[in-house]
């Protein structure tokens, strides 16, 4: 009977021990992708080159006395939950490197549609039991987050280091149109076009795409056990382009939404 008190015993202490490994492992996955997140994106941003002078041509002049461009970032409704976005009436203009390291903090850190859009892949590698041996539980589901987040602040940093480097808008701009099939398709196609510097020009979403891919090599590396890298890459670059879709319809129809639930009805697309 003591004997088997004492394996039980071992046993409980060996799980505990496991656990905190693999907390402090999380904890250090996360950091190091803190920290390259803050040495990609400011090198990257120096060597974008905006042009002030290009306008979209359908967009309305400015007011007098309008808001600073920083200042309307910081207020743009609804900002919080899918981040920030170009109203349908705002024009769009080249943004500055300042301005790109504000979007990309409140896009990586401060936006809750992205803390969201983690919970769920976590919870399709739960359901998946991928990887098997992080287990089930509470426990499991906590180092499938830690790792998808981090795979997201990699891919983030290296998209918002892409887009300042190409010049590319990394904001989601709503469609200037009505009806929800035109809407539906603006959505979806900004998860594989982007406006280039001259804001009036789309390019192919490349940044989004490798970044996706190089963090899916990187989250592989650390998963326990023997991965195929490649595909995990693979699996990251369509992960994007069905999540991503999915999150941009979200925004598109996020004050819809909000109106439906009785939110933010003084807030028009177009006000």
């Not at 492992?25 to 042009?51: D, H, K, N, W």
């Not at 499938?144 to 887009?163: D, P, T, W």
């Not at 939404?257 to 177009?270: Q, T």
Request: aromatic content about 12%; glycine content about 12%; charged content about 20%.
């Amino acid at each position: 009977m003591t004997f088997r008190r004492d394996s039980i015993k071992a046993g409980a202490m060996a799980v505990v021990a496991g656990a905190r490994r693999d907390a402090r492992a999380c904890m250090r996955i996360f950091a190091l992708c803190l920290g390259f997140g803050s040495l990609v994106l400011p090198g990257a941003a120096q060597q974008s080159s905006p042009t002030p002078d290009d306008k979209y041509p359908e967009n309305p002049t400015k007011q007098e006395n309008a808001p600073s461009r920083s200042a309307r970032l910081g207020r743009l409704p609804i900002e919080w939950i899918i981040g920030p976005y170009i109203p349908v009436q705002e024009p769009l203009e080249p943004l500055s490197n300042k301005e790109r390291g504000q979007i990309y903090v409140r896009q990586t850190f401060l936006t809750a549609g992205s803390y969201v859009a983690r919970a769920f892949s976590a919870g399709i590698d739960q359901a998946r039991g991928e990887p098997h041996d992080w287990g089930g539980g509470f426990a499991g589901y906590g180092r499938r987050y830690a790792a998808r987040y981090g795979e997201f602040v990699v891919q983030n940093s290296i998209v918002s280091g892409g887009n300042a480097l190409l010049g590319y808008e990394p904001r989601y701009d709503f469609c200037r149109c009505n009806g929800f099939w035109p809407r539906t398709r603006h959505a979806i196609s900004r998860n594989f076009v982007a406006y280039n510097r001259t804001e009036r020009e789309l390019r192919p979403q490349i940044p989004m795409y490798a970044g996706a891919f190089a963090a899916g090599l990187l989250y592989n590396t650390w998963l326990p056990g023997k991965q195929n890298i490649w595909s995990g890459g693979a699996y990251s670059m369509l992960s994007q382009a069905g999540i991503g879709s999915g999150y941009n319809f979200v925004s598109e129809f996020a004050l819809d939404i909000l109106h439906a639930f009785g939110l933010k009805k003084n807030v028009r697309r177009a006000q």
